[in-house]
């Protein structure tokens, strides 16, 4: 299993990210994927027109996002990969640090550098225009 951790800055307050990884149109306006979304524990979502699903594991409102975290690479009998969404305020909006583990072993690395460009590139861009 491959597992890895990054993080960035993004314009924005904790509850503001937090707020927009859980909202489907949010997420989808940030991402620029479509999506679907739930702010409740349980609660089902996807990302990027079907390619990531998974369900929210553990929430705590504007601090921390886990959710069971697949796409549509992932084997038929491979595991759900967890991903944990961390959020803290510092200075210029918050650093979000992820840590994406259980991911099949050999696509770590296409997922690690996924979340830079997908994810971080479109987010800092979406906040800043927001402020």
Request: proline share 5%; aromatic share 10%; hydrophobic share 35%.
């Amino acid at each position: 299993m491959d597992s890895f951790e990054v993080s960035a800055v993004i314009p924005a307050a904790p509850q503001a990210v937090y707020k927009a990884w859980l909202s489907g149109k949010e997420h989808a306006a940030m991402t620029g994927g479509g999506a679907t979304g739930s702010a409740r524990a349980g609660g089902k979502f996807t990302a990027w027109d079907g390619y990531i699903e998974g369900r929210n594991l553990e929430l705590r409102p504007g601090k921390r996002i886990v959710q069971s975290w697949r796409t549509s690479e992932f084997a038929e009998g491979d595991a759900d990969s967890r991903l944990e969404v961390v959020l803290a305020p510092v200075k210029g909006g918050t650093k979000v640090t992820l840590r994406h583990s259980n991911i099949p072993a050999g696509q770590g690395s296409s997922y690690k550098s996924g979340w830079g460009e997908h994810y971080f590139g479109p987010m800092k861009e979406y906040f800043s225009k927001k402020v």
